[in-house]
């Protein structure tokens, strides 16, 4: 029931509000780009990209102007303005123009081409700059970043553009700033040898405090390089940022940059002439524009972009040019803080890239009328659903309770659900989502449909697989809604037996085995007292889940440096965790594998005394695991998300909670072949994992590719006979509307404990 009414969400003429509606006027300013930026900023960096009608060359140009003759973009000029930084070229002058001509083109490099660029280009400083396997080297020594090869070889050998610039200047500060960069050299898993050999760069979250450290730490290497100071770097304050930051996860950098601030650890930097270190320096507070996306990247292509706000509120990738007075700029703003004049101007160049940025009101028509809407909804089942202050309670069918919280949650979507116990509320939420965030809708329609959806659960769960799994393994903790039409007698009726709540009675189970649960015994709560217990519970509790059993979307809601549950977090221990042999129970019970384990046993007191042979451990992954994890996914219907770490990463998927490391390289390749047979496709990386999408049916003949795929490994490994493996994988037809019941395993859990 809702208390009093304010003026957005029933009556104007009241001047305070509720906190439903403060809460979702937040999240709404949230979700814009930077909603606190002056109004002056955005009249001024729309005036200097040339006003509504403009082309895209005559924006970039524009803003060059605007950037030239300034500190920005004077640190990366040479002495001399006429001088050429590039003393001698491997090419000779036709084979130049060819080669430029094919970089333009995009037509491939040859291996004569690849040769030269080894050789390298002699600058004006006696610096040798080469390119080998698609790193840039400098002085014989390698460049670990990435970096767009193409749009530094065009500037390189253009000899007008090129004159009076220190381009190993501006090559070492780009690559820092779209990327992180370890200085242990410690491999991402994204940055495995197959995207180095196809180019496959992606974006990263970044932000301004990481370019600062990045940019600065690149050019002061290179300073003490070109000048062969005696010094080791660890007595220099870049190499000490730099190396208090490598490492950290996303989470972690900000938290960093954050307590730099407030610990005034900013005000000891040196003097730098890097233009971007003094307004560090200078940053008394956090100006907190987490909601800006980090503007750099580099595409699929290779080509370095802006990311900017297009007329209709989406997103968009502004190719950059390669011009050096734009690219020095570029990087002063992106390396300077949000708190800044510069970075203020980037900020407004990305929302006024297309057009003038307007900044309506939130609270306006629309979001009033959807704020009325939902009170209406709570005032229409006043003795379902309970507010208390920025949070919802919301009883089901059967009597199970749903916590709506107020907050930002999978897929971008303005709502995150729990499920609420006796005494404590999980702390996984249940994803109900589709996967898809309107914007156009407001939030208020949105929480609306959210709370009918819960409050008719049973009906919602026929379409949402974790909302029925939540169903399955949790009994109702309150009574039944009036009139709901559904008994949960009926409901958990499994023909002429109860129905037994998979993880409830394991918890408590004796020897003699899973007893079977009689709904009449469960003790169920009285409305007021879940409700008040329910009020006075802290957002995060302090209980012990397995992780993220009920969510498809692995949107975990620990608080973990990055925000998610890593596997390694709860098996660090000598004895796995109690739900580890919940899990094994239930396999157990559900398989009767009593008769299986004497044959293992037979098995293994068969083989004691015998030397374990490599192949074998290989075996066992080909003739047991990979044909779970091919019929896992062959069962996932389109739209389904799988998750694909690196070498001693974790692959798991969203329909069910079946789970592996990944023990090599080769075996990545292979999952990764796996995926593409079936129908994944590669859609983005959730921090250093890999996330593939189903979008398509099985390719024509699955089971032959699937044996030229295993095929090398009869020499490799000593498999007999390949067609004894392939059996043991089964037929695969067109993906399920919806993901099956599947037995217990599927839902192993097969992580390597290290």
């Known amino acids: 029931m809702i208390g009093e009414a304010c003026g957005i ?59 030239a003759h300034t500190p920005d973009v004077d640190w990366a000029r040479l002495d001399d303005p006429e001088m050429d930084p590039v003393r001698m070229s491997p090419f000779p002058e036709e084979e130049e123009k060819i080669f430029i001509e094919k970089l333009e083109n995009r037509s491939g490099i040859s291996g004569y081409e690849k040769e030269r660029l080894e050789e390298g280009f002699v600058m004006s400083d006696g610096t040798l700059l080469s390119f080998i396997d698609g790193r840039m080297w400098v002085d014989r020594r390698p460049h670990e970043a990435r970096i767009p090869t193409e749009q530094y070889l ?64 690149l050019l002061d290497q290179n300073e003490r390089r070109k000048k062969k100071s005696i010094f080791r770097e660890e007595e220099t ?56 996306s980090y503007p750099f990247m580099v595409s699929t292509k290779g080509v370095l972009s802006l990311r ?34 510069q970075g203020e101007w980037l900020i407004a160049t990305q929302m006024n890239w297309s057009s003038a940025y307007e900044n309506a009101e939130t609270a306006d028509i629309p979001f009033r009328r959807s704020m009325q809407f939902l009170r209406g909804v709570l005032e229409q089942f006043p003795n379902d659903t309970w507010v208390h202050r920025d949070r919802l309670l919301v009883r089901g069918m059967l009597g199970h309770f749903y916590e709506i919280r107020i907050s930002r949650g999978a897929h971008n979507a303005p709502f995150k659900i729990h ?16 996967g898809k965030y309107h914007r156009d809708i407001p939030i208020g329609d ?20 974790s909302l029925q799994m939540h169903l399955m393994t949790q009994p109702p903790i309150g009574f039944p809604q009036n009139n709901a039409g559904v008994d949960p007698r009926t409901f958990y009726k499994a023909g002429e037996e109860g129905y037994r709540f998979p993880l409830h009675p394991l918890i408590l189970r004796e020897h003699g085995g899973p007893k079977q649960i009689n709904l009449d015994s469960l003790e169920l709560i009285a409305d007021e007292a879940i409700v008040k217990d329910w009020r006075i519970r802290p957002l995060r509790d302090a209980s012990y889940d397995p992780p993220g059993h009920l969510n498809p979307a692995f949107d975990f809601e620990l ?150 795929l295993m095929q090398p490994m009869t020499e490799e490994f000593g498999f007999a006979n390949i067609e004894d493996y392939i059996l043991r994988f089964i037929e695969v037809g067109r993906p399920p509307d919806r993901m099956p019941e599947v037995d217990a395993r599927l839902h192993a859990n097969m992580v390597d404990f290290y």
């Open 559 to 708: 608080d973990f440096d990055d925000g998610r549950i890593q596997e390694g977090d709860f098996y660090r221990e000598a004895n796995p965790p109690h739900f580890q042999r919940i899990r094994d129970h239930v396999i157990e019970y559900r398989n009767n594998l009593l008769d299986y384990q004497d044959i293992i046993v037979r098995q293994e007191d068969a083989n004691e005394g015998q030397e374990a042979r490599p192949q074998d451990d290989q075996f066992h992954r080909w003739y047991r695991t990979m044909p779970l994890v091919w019929e896992a996914l062959s069962l996932q219907p389109i739209g389904h998300q799988v998750e694909l770490g690196g070498v001693r990463g974790l692959f798991r998927m969203q329909g069910c909670r079946l789970r592996l490391t990944i023990r090599s390289a080769q075996e990545e390749d292979a999952l990764r072949r796996i995926l593409e047979i079936l129908g994944y496709r590669h859609a983005r990386y959730r921090q250093l994992n890999q996330v593939y999408i189903r979008r398509d049916f099985p390719i024509a003949d699955p089971r032959q590719a699937l044996r030229e």
């Open 308 to 341: 900017t706000l297009s007329k209709n509120g989406s997103v968009r990738r502004a190719p950059i040019p390669f011009h050096p007075g734009l690219l020095a700029g570029l990087i002063s703003w992106g390396s300077s803080p949000h708190a800044s004049k």
């Open 446 to 465: 949105t929480i609306a449909i959210v709370v009918l959806s819960l409050l008719s659960d049973v009906t919602t769960a026929k379409r949402v697989n």
């Open 419 to 434: 499920g609420v116990g006796k005494k404590t509320t999980q702390r996984h939420s249940i994803c109900i989502h589709t």
């Open 154 to 217: 065009l500037l390189l050998m253009n000899s007008e553009q090129r004159k009076g610039w220190d381009l190993i200047k501006l090559f070492l500060a780009i690559s820092g700033l779209y990327q992180t960069i370890d200085l242990q050299g410690r491999p991402q898993r994204y940055m495995h040898r197959f995207h180095r050999l196809f180019g496959h760069m992606e974006r990263e979250l970044l932000s301004p405090f990481d370019a600062f450290v990045q940019s600065s730490f």
């Open 237 to 292: 304050w870049t190499y000490e940022l730099m190396s208090r930051l490598s490492g950290r996860r996303p989470r972690q950098r900000i938290k960093f940059a954050r307590r730099f601030i407030r610990n005034n650890e900013n005000r000891t930097l040196p003097p730098s002439k890097w233009p971007w270190v003094q307004r560090w320096a200078e940053v008394s507070k956090n100006a907190d524009h987490s909601n800006v």
């Open 9 to 67: 969400c029933q009556d104007e003429n009241i001047d305070t509000n509720c906190s439903i509606c403060i809460r979702c006027v937040e999240l709404t300013e949230e979700s814009k780009w930077a909603p606190s930026l002056p109004l002056e900023v955005h009249q001024r960096m729309a005036d200097v990209l040339g006003g509504p009608v403009r082309s895209l060359r005559k924006r970039w140009k524009n803003l060059e102007r605007f950037m």
